[in-house]
């Protein structure tokens, strides 16, 4: 190929270079263009070389602090995040209620403001029980809650009655099954009972969460809805202590609170002191206020338990059904107030068919949908009694008693 050579002159005249450009077809126009252009913007080197020492030094330090900022906020980044998720989880500061000076004797008439969850504590307890899913499915069926939180620390639950929760369509989308670990002791004190460990975790599920707290034992019966306009809720009887078994809450109550600072004092050697007594003695006795007080229809007093356990005969359903929105069954205490403990210990789904006993009779009527006594040779489609108790939306007058008997052999 030719070459061809090129020379530079600067402005004075003189020779300052020989370039050699090998002619293939380059194009100039480009460094032409380029050169045009950084003809144009010299101005912008001029002002720089202009500028004072003592600008040159402001932009400098400016932009070496500019640097600086971004560095820092990248680098302290995840330690804002976390102490920022600290304080929301300990203490809920960034979104916090103040409830002084609300009314718990009206509550708010246009909004709910305990969530719609229900929460259950299992400790060393992975096998649900007859009753236990009878009381859950209860729960499920009549409140329809956002979420069911099962509060545990067994990795899995187990039984042939938890199988058939799971089949309860709708159940499993709202379960959530929360790992926990038991507590040794609280400020200090420790536990000497499984049941005092989970009367404080009831209370940190409650400000963690709110919502609606339930002993494995409570049965509900009618929506609660209605107590989910109260800043706090529970059963406290004429001349008896709280029931603890059953309590509502929105997280930032103060009852809540103050219930927790109760347990600086903590008496282990006493059942109900802590879980019971010293909350009305210290707290509302004084105030009152702080809750709202449902005595009746939440069936936590343990007079209730003379109609289902001790008085002759079944209990009439037109009176449970309607005067009450929750009963405790007292199962743990059957063996004490129940005289006809001897005759069925344990009940379980193939005895609640038949027995002539109230609570058989509640469970009959959760379970399989029906009042009155089943045969044991009857056939019943469950998933048609789960589906029938979902289309009713809880209201028993909605529920169709006998369109899930497949084959009576009574008949």
């Not at 718990?104 to 259950?120: C, K, L, M, T």
């Not at 005092?196 to 409570?218: C, E, P, Q, S, T």
């Not at 019943?380 to 008693?401: A, L, P, R, T, Y």
Request: net charge neutral.
């Amino acid at each position: 190929m030719d070459a061809t050579c090129t020379e530079l002159i600067c402005r004075c005249g003189q020779k300052r270079k020989n370039i050699h450009v090998w002619d293939q077809g380059l194009d100039l126009n480009f460094l032409k263009t380029s050169l045009r252009y950084a003809r144009s913007r010299r101005w912008g080197l001029q002002l720089l070389i202009r500028l004072s020492v003592s600008e040159r030094m402001f932009i400098r330090h400016f932009i070496l602090f500019c640097v600086g900022i971004i560095i820092s906020l990248t680098w302290v980044d995840s330690y804002v995040s976390d102490i920022k998720a600290f304080m929301e989880f300990r203490t809920n500061i960034m979104k916090k209620v103040n409830f002084t000076g609300f009314d718990n004797v009206s509550g708010v008439f246009d909004s709910e403001i305990i969530p719609n969850y229900i929460h259950y504590i299992r400790l060393e307890q992975p096998e649900i029980r007859f009753f236990e899913a009878v009381c859950m499915k209860s729960a499920f069926l009549i409140q329809r809650p956002d979420k069911i939180f099962i509060h545990t620390d067994t990795p899995r639950l187990t039984g042939k009655y938890w199988t058939e929760l799971l089949n309860i369509p709708g159940f499993k989308d709202c379960l959530v099954i929360k790992q926990v670990n038991i507590p040794t002791q609280v400020f200090g004190v420790e536990f000497y009972w499984n049941a005092h460990k989970a009367d404080v975790l009831r209370l940190l599920v409650l400000r963690k969460y709110g919502g609606m707290y339930l002993d494995n034992d409570i049965y509900v019966i009618n929506s609660l809805d209605r107590y989910r306009r109260f800043e706090f809720v529970l059963g406290w009887p004429d001349g008896e202590w709280i029931g603890n078994m059953l309590m509502m809450g929105h997280p930032d109550a103060r009852f809540l609170t103050e219930f927790l600072d109760t347990y600086k004092l903590f008496r282990p050697d006493i059942w109900y002191y802590n879980g019971g007594e010293k909350p009305v003695r210290e707290i509302l006795y004084k105030r009152p206020f702080l809750v709202h007080n449902e005595k009746h229809r939440l069936g936590v007093t343990t007079n209730v338990a003379w109609f289902f356990y001790v008085q002759a005969g079944l209990w009439d359903p037109n009176i449970w059904l309607h005067d009450y929105d929750t009963l405790h069954l007292l199962i743990g205490h059957r063996e004490d107030i129940d005289p006809r403990y001897s005759e069925c210990r344990v009940f379980d789904e193939e005895n609640v068919r038949w027995l002539d006993m109230t609570v058989a009779m509640m469970f009959r009527y959760t379970w399989y949908g029906s009042i009155e006594p089943i045969s044991n040779g009857t056939i019943i489609d469950m998933d048609m009694v789960n589906k029938i108790w979902i289309e009713s939306e809880g209201d028993h007058h909605k529920f169709q008693h006998g369109m899930y008997i497949l084959e009576n052999s009574s008949a």
